[in-house]
């Protein structure tokens, strides 16, 4: 049974930097595309990012373009969302998700979820 474990969540100011981590477990996940959302307050869940592992080919949502990087460690079987200049807008619940080879933007592309980390900025 795949499992994500979010970590690294917390608060910071608007213009600052937070690395949030996604540790997978319970296979193999070098055919796996693994993903970022997050859903703000009374919002739907978005897509943030994603990295297809086998050839760490990314792509990453308009808002944060140019601003959150995604990357993966395979010895770790971890993907990280490094996130630059945080906006407050950016205040949200994140999730990480998995799927068993490709994988779009939709969540509902998406099979495995962890539970989620907060991210707070403030201004």
């Known amino acids: 049974q795949v499992q994500l474990v979010e970590a690294g969540g917390g608060l910071v100011q608007a213009g600052g930097s937070l690395r949030v981590s996604c540790a997978a477990s319970?296979?193999?996940?070098?055919?796996?595309?693994m993903g970022w959302f997050r859903q703000a307050p009374g919002k739907e869940r978005e897509f943030v990012a994603a990295?297809?592992?086998?050839?760490?080919?990314?792509y990453y949502a308009d808002s944060v373009k140019g601003r959150f990087t995604i990357s993966r460690d395979n010895a770790k079987n971890t993907v990280y969302l490094q996130m630059n200049s945080l906006k407050p807008e950016d205040t949200a619940v994140y999730y990480c998700?998995?799927?068993?080879?490709?994988?779009?933007?939709?969540?509902?592309?998406?099979?495995?979820w962890g539970q989620g980390t907060q991210v707070t900025v403030s201004s």
């Open positions: 990295i297809i592992w086998s050839s760490s080919t990314t």
């Open positions: 319970g296979g193999t996940f070098s055919r796996h595309t």
């Open positions: 998700a998995a799927r068993r080879q490709w994988a779009g933007i939709s969540k509902y592309d998406y099979d495995y």
